[in-house]
T-cell receptor, first 111, second 112 residues
Framework: EPEVTQTPSHQVTQMGQEVILRCVPI?????FYWYRQILGQKVEFLVS????????KSEIFDDQFSVERPDGSNFTLKIRSTKLEDSAMYFC?????????FGPGTRLLVL | GDSVTQMEGPVTLSEEAFLTINCTYT??????LFWYVQYPGEGLQLLLK?????DKGSNKGFEATYRKETTSFHLEKGSVQVSDSAVYFCALNPSNTGKLIFGQGTTLQVKP
């Protein structure tokens, strides 16, 4: 069964550094999402992406964040200058329409 | 705005006990409703869904019925197993392709 994959599984970075989180969607899916889960808290929506542009973004998704689909397959989330509070599990999700399928997540630790 | 509220956890049960995890929602339209499960150290897996009122979603012995009159989508299982120990998230999707709004999650611990 096709799955959403994410790389890396874990990333440790210094505050102020840039990180890029990668996701490979299920091949026929058209809608892409990023969510994050700070340890012990609920899963929060960051951004949705369709037809090569952002459909919706949350208040969390400020100018430090960006998304793109550079090569038609990968879907990336970039954090330009990481802060301590960006430490979280980041989930990619993809969808053919209404049901979203999640990847295993990238655990980001900012020191 | 739209929101989801789940019962506080953790819920601790003995194997073969009956499980109910309560979920209620607030939404202006007619959302789709979902239960996702997160096993220790893993990502979110879709457990079941319902897209309209009175629909019942079911999977792996779990069931939930979309109740518009009580704005609820309670998760039930007749006989839990140790392997069901996980965090369960109720979520709604206000529009077909929009963001998911999650509840805070309920941790289930099943003891042998």
């Amino acid at each position: 069964e096709p799955e959403v994959t994410q790389t890396p599984s874990h990333q440790v970075t210094q505050m102020g550094q840039e990180v890029i989180l990668r996701c490979v969607p299920i091949s026929n899916h058209l809608y892409f999402y990023w969510y994050r889960q700070i340890l012990g808290q609920k899963v929060e929506f960051l951004v949705s992406f369709y037809n090569n542009e952002i459909s919706e973004k949350s208040e969390i998704f400020d100018d430090q964040f960006s998304v793109e689909r550079p090569d038609g397959s990968n879907f990336t989330l970039k954090i330009r200058s990481t802060k301590l509070e960006d430490s979280a599990m980041y989930f990619c999700a993809t969808s053919p329409q209404e049901t979203q399928y999640f990847g295993p997540g990238t655990r980001l630790l900012v020191l | 705005g739209d929101s989801v509220t789940q019962m506080e956890g953790p819920v601790t049960l003995s194997e073969e006990a009956f499980l109910t995890i309560n979920c209620t929602y607030t939404a202006t339209g007619y959302p789709s409703l979902f239960w996702y499960v997160q096993y220790p150290g893993e990502g979110l897996q879709l457990l079941l869904k319902a897209t309209k009122a009175d629909d019942k979603g079911s999977n792996k012995g779990f069931e939930a019925t979309y109740r518009k009159e009580t704005t609820s989508f309670h998760l039930e299982k007749g006989s839990v197993q140790v392997s069901d120990s996980a965090v369960y998230f109720c979520a709604l999707n206000p529009s077909n392709t929009g963001k998911l709004i999650f509840g805070q999650g309920t941790t289930l611990q099943v003891k042998p």
